[in-house]
């Protein structure tokens, strides 16, 4: 029942039967936001795949070039509307990276923090919209909800909700504010035991898991050409997390396991992001345990020239969609002369292909929502 | 840390009965939903709590503001712009003017406002019928119920403090960086101490030159200065230079 | 006669089985005599105030005829049926928005009346809504189709009745004639799938009728175990049947499940609405259909939805019948309330289960559902061989 693997060249050699091109999207219930997928079809079966991404292009690079150090910062919040935090946390550790300058140990901990929540809220959302391609409205809402207590962390953080405009180049915008510790241990507690309900929802269906289980198989190696990043590569056997093995801030000292499953089908990508989530609970235990050992005095923000000497830096970091990376030359002026962006959603969508060929045409929303996709950093 | 989720799953769905165990699941919020309320929020006619810091449109103290023009120059989205305003004893200065339908919201006018005149405020229903509506004027940028919350300190620790073992010393970004004179550039054009928000600079005679035409000289009082760089800007000769401490 | 006062053009209080054109046969119908009544009511009023302009016309005579009196009151019954259905089918699709949205954590309609004009408010907005036809479809078969889709629905959903008192007709196949209509919905989507010009709606028509042909047969096997086992097609005799020995869910617990399954498939609900998934085919065979007719096909939706919730109650349930009690006063609201009770365990499967893909979906149908519904076959010809029913 659960294979839908078809070998597609049998089928083509028996049948002499015209193939369709069913375009999905820009505007198509299963594309979350501006973008196209173009399948080719024969009968209910795939047998290509082609994404078209661009629509939101809004000269996001080119528009940074005229603007001061910290005037991209709040740029950055906008490139991606699930992940700001870790968007502004990487442009800044870039342009500490070009200053070469050490952030105090407080604010490192406060944006591990931040990035965690981040990362829950993104990965709450990306379980909300699996959830609507599956066919089922109860998971959407319920992670909504379940998002919005983390929203509701932001908010007391930082003033706002998704454009959080936090980190600042040497340090945080503002130190914790009050009760904010008591508050997200709770809200971690909280998310823990509520998270099993949805997984309840999710899990325990043999439905939910007979359509994700089996279809979609990607290889180590197909991984390694395609250059798949994040949850779905470590869903296919790599075992590598930036966070862990090329580690930023301080998440050498913080003790979090990577989940790393090898059977690379789109079950296998859903279970990490899931198990990823409980990682982010811990790793903001221990954050937050630190944060408080040292102390309201400690400082979170350092003083840093307003202008960055020439030369070039480039700085990556675990999105929770994959591996993001910026890349910066500065001609010792006060804007940036360029700055790069390496979204992890637009080369993991250049897998669709990989992914869909085989299978059924119900089962291309379901794949590609393991990719979650987010176009403001795709088309920049 | 222990893995929490795979190591209990994928179950064998045969044991949960298939599809049974999602079915009592959304029976059993059924009941609690049905017995209390659904989490929902009738948005207009409830409001969520929002704190203190909450990152709405800016509101400015109009008798706070000096006028330096931070504001202009921090906003990402170029939405503030100097006005000229009447304040209270008649007189015309120049305020800050948002544009709020290209705000982005992102406090930066708050955050770097050196006499904390801008603040954010938890205002968030701003929807008006024309794009002229969203100009705020000076006067109606005000926002009556501000707190002390509302403003955004900016308080930075010097790298030299961390250095120097005093980790704990954290002064505003405004307190330390002064403009510098070059002194064999300036022509003593008096422009600076036009331009400068909070009269900081005087210009001092230093003696007279070959013509015998007194030779002036900005002086800046390090009390006053707010670190605006509006001298610096205007200085046809580039002989100021913001001077950082760090 | 004496035709001076109102009172003698209205006899409100005659039987109407007295009439020599009572269409029922011998059996008494409520809701005929209600609309003969009213009739009694109008008819008598417009004859006399006829009678008082042209005194002795024959038009006033002819309209207090029996053969008039029927056929006007037929009308009527029509209407009232119409409306009946119509009420209990909004309350169904209220009941699914209120009970899902407490599933999902929300609150649901809240339009008026605890959410219920929400239902009147939408019927009013796509009546509102221009009415589009794109400009390569083939017309006719576009206009059609969606016709006879939601004119089948509407009649299959009339044509349950009630109670042995609230009926349309009362053959002897009754079971057989509703589902016969029942299932001839999806030839009508297959067409308009492939009239309407568009790749998703001719995927959503070929998954239509797919599902159809896979999931028709165990359900006719199912109804006809619950024929053999009443050994009758007629509703009522089932019912009787089921008052006089046990609810057939009982003996056909398979069955009933299986049947479940079946009708919400038939029924095009999620998880079965794979001809309309939004997530792949826009809306499916919907997509190129607008305003009006829209609405009418979603409740289109809801009628076939209360259809295959009331086939349950009558084959299962013991339709109006409480056991140890019988008919009660009303029967109706007993078998009202069990096809709603039904109708909520679709919701609840609605809300706890995502959309099944189109192949697993006739697998389950094939290699699941007509293996069971064999077994339920064999159980209750075991039962009726050794004589317990």
């Known amino acids: 029942m659960a294979d839908s693997l078809v070998p597609v060249k049998e089928i083509e050699e028996k049948m002499e039967t015209d193939k369709m091109w069913v375009i999905m999207g820009p505007q198509h219930p299963f594309s979350h936001g501006l973008w196209t997928l173009k399948v080719q079809i024969d009968g209910e079966i795939v047998t290509d795949a082609e994404p078209i991404v661009g629509y939101l292009h809004r000269g996001w690079e080119k528009e940074t070039e005229n603007r001061t150090y910290p005037k991209v910062i709040p740029m950055a919040d906008r490139l991606c509307y699930a992940a700001s935090m870790t968007y502004t946390h990487l442009y800044c550790m870039t342009v500490e990276k070009a200053l070469g300058i050490d952030i105090p140990e407080k604010a490192k901990y406060i944006r591990i923090v931040a990035d965690e929540v981040c990362r829950i809220q993104s990965h709450l959302m990306w379980l909300a919209a699996v959830g609507t391609d599956l066919g089922n409205l109860t998971v959407f809402l319920w992670a909504m909800r379940e998002r919005e207590f983390f929203l509701d962390l932001n908010v007391k953080l930082c003033g706002a909700r998704m454009t959080t405009n936090y980190p600042r180049i040497g340090g945080v915008r503002n130190d914790v504010t009050e009760l904010f510790d008591r508050d997200i241990l709770r809200t971690v507690d909280r998310f823990e035991k509520a998270m099993w309900d949805i997984i309840a929802l999710m899990d325990e269906s043999s439905i939910i898991v007979s359509r994700m289980k089996g279809v979609s198989y990607l290889t180590r190696e197909q991984v390694a050409n395609l250059g798949m990043t994040g949850p779905a590569m470590r869903g296919c056997g790599v075992d590598f997390d930036i966070r862990r093995d090329d580690p930023y801030d301080n998440y050498d000292k913080i003790d979090f396991e990577v989940p790393v499953l090898t059977e690379g089908d789109s079950y296998a990508r859903y279970m990490i992001r899931i198990e990823e989530m409980f990682q982010s609970c811990d790793i903001i235990r221990q954050a937050v345990a630190k944060v408080r050992a040292l102390g309201k005095n400690a ?18 970091l675990e999105d929770p969609r994959g591996e993001s990376l910026m890349y910066l030359v500065s001609d010792g002026s006060d804007k940036p002369y360029r700055l790069k962006v390496r979204s992890p959603i637009f080369v993991n969508v250049s897998t669709s292909k990989a992914m869909c060929q085989g299978c059924r045409i119900a089962d291309v929303p379901a794949i590609l929502a393991q990719i979650d996709m987010c176009l403001g950093e795709t088309d920049r | 840390m222990a893995i929490k989720y795979l190591d209990k799953y994928p179950k064998n769905l045969a044991k949960s009965l298939w599809v049974l165990k999602p079915q009592w699941t959304v029976l059993k919020l059924l009941a609690k939903t049905v017995r209390h309320r659904p989490v929902t929020v009738l948005y207009p006619y409830e409001k969520e709590w929002v704190p203190e810091n909450y990152r709405g449109r800016p509101g400015l103290r109009f008798d706070k503001c000096v006028g330096c023009g931070m504001c202009v120059r921090m906003c990402p989205t170029a939405c503030i712009k100097l006005v000229d305003a009447t304040d209270d004893d008649g007189k015309t200065v120049r305020r800050p003017q948002v544009n709020l339908g290209r705000c982005a919201m992102c406090g930066y006018c708050a955050e770097y406002c050196p006499v904390d005149a801008m603040t954010v405020t938890p205002e968030y229903e701003l929807a008006e019928f024309t794009r002229f509506d969203l100009l705020y004027g000076p006067r109606r940028l005000n926002y009556e119920k501000t707190t002390p919350g509302m403003e955004v300190k900016l308080e930075v620790t010097l790298p030299s403090d961390i250095a120097n073992g005093n980790p704990e010393r954290r002064v505003s970004l405004f307190a330390l960086d002064r403009p510098e004179l070059t002194d064999s550039k300036c022509i003593g054009c008096k422009k600076c101490a036009k331009v400068c928000p909070v009269n900081a600079i005087e210009m001092v005679e230093k003696g007279v030159n070959d013509k015998g035409k007194p030779i002036l000289r900005p002086v800046i009082d390090n009390d006053k200065c707010i670190c605006c760089s509006n001298c610096v800007d205007d200085c046809p000769k580039d002989a100021l230079k913001i001077k950082e401490v760090l | 006669m004496a035709y001076s006062s109102i009172l003698n053009w209205i006899d409100f209080y005659q039987n109407p089985m007295s009439n020599a054109y009572y269409p029922f046969g011998d059996i008494y119908n409520l809701p005929f005599d209600i609309s003969y009544k009213l009739w009694e009511l109008i008819g008598g009023t417009i004859a006399w105030l006829i009678n008082l302009i042209f005194p002795g016309n024959p038009v006033s005579i002819w309209l207090m005829d029996d053969a008039a009196c029927t056929l006007f009151a037929l009308i009527i019954f029509m209407l009232i049926i119409f409306i009946v259905v119509f009420v209990c089918t909004l309350i169904s699709l209220w009941m699914e928005r209120k009970f899902l949205g407490r599933m999902m954590d929300r609150r649901g309609t809240m339009v008026g009346m605890k959410g219920f004009l929400q239902c009147v408010a939408d019927g009013l907005k796509t009546f509102m809504k221009e009415n589009t036809i794109p400009g390569k479809v083939d017309k006719m078969t576009y206009m059609w189709t969606v016709s006879l889709v939601i004119g089948v629905s509407v009649l299959v959903a009339c044509m349950v009745p009630l109670s042995d008192r609230w009926f349309v007709v009362n053959y002897d196949t009754g079971l057989l004639i509703i589902m016969a209509f029942f299932a001839l919905a999806p030839f009508f989507i297959l067409v308009s799938g492939w009239a309407q010009n568009n790749k998703y709606s001719l995927i959503g028509g070929m998954r239509a009728a797919e599902l159809m042909i ?93 259809v295959a919730c009331a086939m349950f109650a009558i084959m299962y349930l013991g339709g109006w019948m409480l056991p140890g009690i019988g008919d009660g006063p009303i029967p109706e609201i007993v078998f009202l309330l069990k096809t709603w009770f039904v109708f909520f365990l679709m919701i609840l499967v609605r809300a706890a289960l995502a959309r099944v893909r189109p192949d697993q979906i006739l697998n389950i149908g094939w290699k699941v559902f007509m293996p069971l519904s064999v077994i339920n076959l064999a159980i209750v010809l075991l039962l009726k061989v050794g004589g317990v029913f």
């Open chain 1, 299 to 316: 400082p979170y923000r350092i003083k840093t020239p307003t202008k960055v000497p020439a030369g070039t830096s480039f700085c990556r």
């Open chain 3, 214 to 306: 896979s999931y028709e047969v165990p359900m006719l096997i199912m109804i006809g175990t619950t024929a053999l086992l009443a050994g009758s097609f007629n509703i009522g005799d089932i019912i009787d049947a089921q008052y006089e020995t046990v609810w057939y869910i009982v003996p056909q617990i398979i069955g009933c499940i299986t049947f479940f399954f079946a009708a919400t498939a038939e029924s095009e609900r999620l998880p079965f609405d794979i001809a309309e998934a939004e997530a792949e085919l826009v809306e499916g065979w919907q997509t190129e259909y607008a305003g009006m007719k829209w609405g009418l096909i979603m409740l289109a939706d809801y009628f076939r939805g209360y």
